[in-house]
């Protein structure tokens, strides 16, 4: 069964990132720049279009780049969570790295980090932050602070113990997940073993593949170490994604970027057996 749907012409960048086709997206959107260079929704699009084709430093640049014009906008909360999605791509980067650890603790000193702390700590209290507030930011650019508090409302907090399994492959559930602290594995049952996927660290999403398209969990996942979750149900998901397309658009990519790293895993098991040869 097909992820996307097909139809899709070769000059709509979206339907290009969805299919996994990269390269043929880069070339596009950087076509469609030269004509308009300060078009905002096209700089995020490359950037994730170089993301997928494995050049970090390029998407790097981009969020940069952002991030300078939020800071000079006077966005901070934007502005510090533009660079550490650009220092996260770009770990190498001590320039960056001090950047984003001058901006934290210039925040923490003055408490300008908000994110309508007001809001946050009126009543009902929230169960989340404005540190999750910014997590969602690096794992959803392109939001602005008004759309990332609507999806605050949205999310609780979930905690695990090390061995605690969050996912069980298999079972029903289509709430989203997002890892603030600690790290989690992925497994699934291929061949009759059970094998190693991923390992999932702060900033991950997971729960979206059955979210999005109605299956059981494709995988199995437990926490390696004490961690940390914010947790969406589908339901309110669903419902919040109809006004913030932009988010459905880039958990449709986690699932296209799982996908291909699904096959990778899968044939690298079964070139040993000298299966999946052609």
């Known amino acids: 069964m097909a992820l996307f749907a097909k139809g899709k012409t070769q000059d709509d960048p979206l339907a290009l990132l969805?299919?996994?086709?990269?390269?043929?997206?880069?070339?596009?959107?950087?076509?469609?720049?030269?004509?308009?260079?300060?078009?905002?929704?096209?700089?995020?699009?490359?950037?994730?279009?170089?993301?997928?084709?494995?050049?970090?430093?390029?998407?790097?640049?981009?969020?940069?780049?952002?991030?300078?014009?939020?800071?000079?906008?006077?966005?901070?909360?934007?502005a510090v969570a533009l660079f550490r999605k650009a220092a996260k791509l770009a770990p190498s980067d001590e320039a960056l790295a001090k950047r984003v650890a001058g901006l934290d603790e210039a925040n923490s000193q003055s408490g300008v980090f908000s994110f309508d702390l007001d809001a946050?700590?009126?009543?009902?209290?929230?169960?989340?932050?404005?540190?999750?507030?910014?997590?969602?930011?690096?794992?959803?650019?392109?939001?602005?602070?008004?759309?990332?508090?609507?999806?605050?409302?949205?999310?609780?907090?979930?905690?695990?113990?090390?061995?605690?399994?969050?996912?069980?492959?298999?079972?029903?559930?289509?709430?989203?997940?997002?890892l603030t602290k600690g790290r989690l594995v992925a497994r699934a049952e291929i061949g009759g073993e059970m094998v190693e996927?991923?390992?999932?660290?702060?900033?991950?999403?997971?729960?979206?593949?059955?979210?999005?398209?109605?299956?059981?969990?494709?995988?199995?996942?437990?926490?390696?170490?004490?961690?940390?979750?914010?947790e969406m149900p589908g339901a309110a998901a669903r419902q919040k994604l109809e006004s913030l397309p932009q988010v459905r658009e880039r958990l449709e990519r986690l699932i296209a970027e799982r996908v291909e790293r699904t096959i990778s895993v899968v044939k690298a098991r079964l070139k040993p057996l000298g299966k999946g040869q052609e």
Request: aromatic fraction near 6%.
């Open 18 to 78: 969805q299919a996994g086709e990269f390269k043929k997206a880069i070339k596009l959107i950087e076509a469609k720049l030269k004509r308009n260079p300060n078009d905002p929704s096209l700089r995020w699009r490359l950037a994730e279009a170089y993301e997928g084709a494995g050049r970090a430093e390029d998407a790097a640049a981009i969020y940069r780049e952002e991030a300078e014009g939020a800071l000079a906008s006077g966005d901070r909360p934007k």
């Open 120 to 178: 946050l700590a009126s009543e009902p209290p929230r169960e989340v932050s404005s540190e999750d507030a910014a997590l969602l930011m690096e794992a959803f650019p392109g939001l602005d602070p008004n759309e990332v508090m609507e999806l605050l409302d949205l999310f609780g907090r979930k905690d695990l113990k090390a061995g605690d399994i969050l996912l069980h492959e298999g079972e029903q559930g289509e709430t989203v997940y997002l």
């Open 197 to 230: 996927l991923a390992t999932l660290a702060r900033g991950d999403v997971l729960g979206e593949v059955a979210f999005l398209n109605h299956v059981p969990r494709t995988a199995t996942v437990e926490a390696t170490e004490p961690s940390t979750l914010l």
